[in-house]
Nanobody, 112 residues
Framework: QVQLVESGGGLAQAGGSLRLSCAASGRTFSNYGMNWFRQAPGKEREFVAAITWRGDNTFYADSVKGRFTISRDNAKNTVYLQMNNLKPEDTAVYYC?????WGQGTQVTVSS
């Protein structure tokens, strides 16, 4: 059993910043990384960013490169997503994923 809890979502204006957190507990596996996905109304869920637990390798969707930064604190089993220079198109529910487990999501709304 893996439990994932996202937090940090909210309302921001275009150009603003938010920091999301995802706390993991249960039977996590270090061979699996942590991913952030998002889903906007009427759209498919899309990949945002990923990070490995041991190698500290990161991956980003083209739409967020240069604006979002994924990081982790292994001691806390927590992954973060720092979102800068937010755009209205970033509005979505953001989910973290480990293995095939998903968190409940946190809403991010960016006003123009």
């Amino acid at each position: 059993q893996v439990q994932l809890v996202e937090s940090g979502g909210g309302l921001a204006q275009a150009g603003g910043s938010l920091r999301l957190s995802c706390a993991a507990s249960g039977r996590t596996f270090s061979n699996y990384g942590m991913n952030w996905f998002r889903q906007a109304p009427g759209k498919e869920r899309e990949f945002v960013a990923a990070i490995t637990w041991r190698g500290d390798n990161t991956f980003y969707a083209d739409s967020v490169k240069g604006r979002f930064t994924i990081s982790r604190d292994n001691a806390k089993n927590t992954v973060y997503l720092q979102m800068n220079n937010l755009k209205p198109e970033d509005t979505a529910v953001y989910y973290c994923r480990h293995q095939n487990y998903w968190g409940q999501g946190t809403q991010v709304t960016v006003s123009s």
